[in-house]
């Protein structure tokens, strides 16, 4: 008893042109991904280090100005206090 395989060849096989040409297309659109990928990529990174650079901004600014009120205040605090001689 014999093992016997048969083959059915339905669908035509492609040339070696035909083979490298959808090998070329395919690398060309893993190529195409691979940049796109990479773009956004360095596009969520340049708006990270923009946002961070812009909150680090406004936390500085919000900082400047509790001290500007808080100077302020304690002027204001200070001035109210003085008391004037009315003898003079």
Known sequence: M??????????????AWQEAERWR???QELALQFSEANDLVNA????AATDQIEGMAK????AAVARLKTAAK????Q??????????
């Open 2 to 15: 014999a093992i016997e395989t048969k083959h059915f060849y339905w669908l035509p096989t492609p040339t």
């Open 25 to 27: 297309l395919r690398r």
């Open 44 to 47: 969520s990174f340049a708006k």
């Open 59 to 62: 936390l500085a600014a919000n």
């Open 74 to 77: 304690a002027k204001f605090d």
């Open 79 to 88: 001035a109210a206090n003085v008391k004037i001689d009315k003898t003079a």
